[in-house]
Nanobody, 115 residues
Framework: QVHLVESGGGLVQAGGSLRLSCAVS????????LDWYRQYPGKERELVAG???????NYGDSVKGRFTISRDNAKNTLSLQMNSLKPEDTAVYYC?????????WGQGTQVTVSS
């Protein structure tokens, strides 16, 4: 049984920082990508940042230069460092892992940025 549990969300003022973590338990064979998504109310989830098994990273245009994704294989964690936060970053953030043919999702963590 695979479980992804996010933590680190909360309320922060614009310009502040938060660090999200995703703890992964259970066995996942050959994950091809590990990602962070976010979802606004009434909208579909959108990709925020991703990191491949080889360590290559990619970011959504709106977060480039502000967010950094990283992984710690020894601790089975995925992290998202979010700096220079803006009110438009307010959303529920989800950890995601794709390992063909399975998609694994966490329960989400709320990030609220006040202006």
């Amino acid at each position: 049984q695979v479980h992804l549990v996010e933590s680190g969300g909360g309320l922060v003022q614009a310009g502040g920082s938060l660090r999200l973590s995703c703890a992964v338990s259970g066995r996942i064979f050959s994950p091809s990508s590990l990602d962070w998504y976010r979802q606004y109310p009434g909208k579909e989830r959108e990709l925020v940042a991703g990191i491949t098994s080889g360590g290559a990273t990619n970011y959504g245009d709106s977060v480039k230069g502000r967010f950094t994704i990283s992984r710690d294989n020894a601790k089975n964690t995925l992290s998202l460092q979010m700096n220079s936060l803006k009110p438009e970053d307010t959303a529920v953030y989800y950890c995601h892992i794709f390992s063909f043919p399975y998609n694994y999702w966490g329960q989400g963590t709320q990030v609220t940025v006040s202006s």
